[in-house]
């Protein structure tokens, strides 16, 4: 079984930073993809960025520039370093991993959210 935690999220003002961190653990294969994907209230989910198992990465536009995306692929972890934060960055962040178990075709696992609030 695959596990995702997330942790991280939290109350910010307006302008300022926040890192979420997501860890995969639980017994697979390799690690694809990894990225974060946010849901803000009355809205549907929306990617914020990916990274490819290569290091390439891919950004909304909505965060371009004000956000970057890593992973260290020794601690299966991905990061999302946030900055110059908005209100409407407010949303539960979602971690997600492409995940190979065994033998078994590469499929996606999620974590639980974070909830990332910027006050104005």
């Known amino acids: 079984q695959v596990l995702l935690v997330e942790s991280g999220g939290g109350l910010v003002q307006a302008g300022g930073s926040r890192r979420l961190s997501c860890t995969v653990s639980?017994?697979?294969?390799?690690?694809?993809?990894m990225g974060w994907y946010r849901q803000a209230p009355g809205k549907q989910r929306e990617l914020v960025a990916v990274?490819?198992?290569?290091?390439?990465?891919n950004y909304a536009d909505s965060v371009k520039g004000r956000v970057t995306i890593s992973r260290d692929n020794a601690k299966n972890t991905v990061y999302l370093q946030m900055n110059s934060l908005k209100p409407e960055d407010t949303a539960v962040y979602y971690c997600y991993a492409r995940v190979r178990v065994g033998l078994r075709p590469y499929s996606d696992s999620w974590g639980q959210g974070t909830q990332v609030t910027v006050s104005s």
């Open positions: 990274t490819t198992s290569g290091g390439s990465t």
């Open positions: 639980g017994s697979f294969f390799s690690i694809g993809d």
